[in-house]
């Protein structure tokens, strides 16, 4: 299976400051084929379901804010808030779709300092 | 609209069988694989297994915690879909979500609100 590792488990950043969460994977989610990052990142606020911001690493889903964005490639991923807003306090995931099964990193909480 | 909505969570006895389902709305069901994915409470997120979709024979895989004891189905007749779970295990409390792949991706583009299994004696 593929483990995937995010860092760090929590996170405070003041208000309209960056934040950035890192995520490993335990090999590469790389395909060769069509140069594409089998890797995706999640939002979840309590008490609702995941909601998909990027997925192929860098590609942000529709309607999700541009101060979301996505980088890297192999095994070495990150997701940066540009500029943290109220309403992004949440747990973030990332995620492999590479390999069945898939999985989860076990998840960044992102708080106001 | 996409509309995802998952019910049959309950609270089942250790051994016991429970039946999930996930209705399916606003797009063409049989076009995209569909995932269930749970959270026990308090943590992650954990994948489940998924069904492809008809032109792929509606083919399941399942996690190894899960295998042979959990089964993913369809009807395509109700636009839904299946977890049936049998043999059930306290570690099975969760919430489960059923998630629609995004079409040509993989990643999981909408998902219901959840059904909450509680396996205890």
């Known amino acids: 299976d593929i483990v995937m590792t995010q860092s760090p488990d929590s996170l405070a950043v003041s208000l309209g400051e960056r934040a950035t969460i890192d995520c490993k994977s335990s090999?590469?989610?790389?395909?060769?084929?069509?140069?594409?990052?089998?890797l995706a990142w999640y939002q979840q606020k309590p008490g609702q379901p995941p909601k998909l911001l990027i997925y192929w690493a860098s590609t942000r889903e529709s309607g999700v804010p541009d101060r979301f964005s996505g980088s890297g490639s192999g095994t070495d991923f990150a997701l940066t808030i540009g500029s943290l807003q109220a309403e992004d306090v949440a747990v973030y995931y990332c995620?492999?779709?590479?390999?069945?099964?898939?999985?989860f990193g076990q998840g960044t909480k992102v708080e106001i300092k | 609209e996409v509309q995802l909505v998952e019910s049959g969570g309950d609270l089942v006895q250790p051994g016991g069988s429970l039946r999930l389902s996930c209705a399916a709305s606003?797009?063409?069901?049989?076009?995209?694989?569909m995932d269930w994915v749970r959270q026990a409470p308090g943590k992650g997120l954990e994948w489940v297994g998924r069904s492809k979709n008809k032109g792929n024979s509606y083919t399941t895989e399942s996690a190894a915690s899960v295998k042979d004891r959990f089964t993913i189905s369809r009807d395509e007749s109700e636009n839904s879909l299946y977890l049936q779970m049998n043999s059930l295990k306290t570690e099975d409390t969760a919430v489960y979500y059923c998630a629609r792949d995004k079409l040509g991706v993989g990643a999981n583009d909408y998902w219901g609100q959840g059904t909450l299994v509680t396996v205890s004696s």
């Open positions: 606003g797009f063409t069901f049989n076009d995209y694989y």
């Open positions: 995620h492999q779709y590479y390999g069945v099964p898939r999985t």
């Open positions: 090999q590469s989610v790389l395909k060769s084929s069509n140069n594409k990052n089998y």
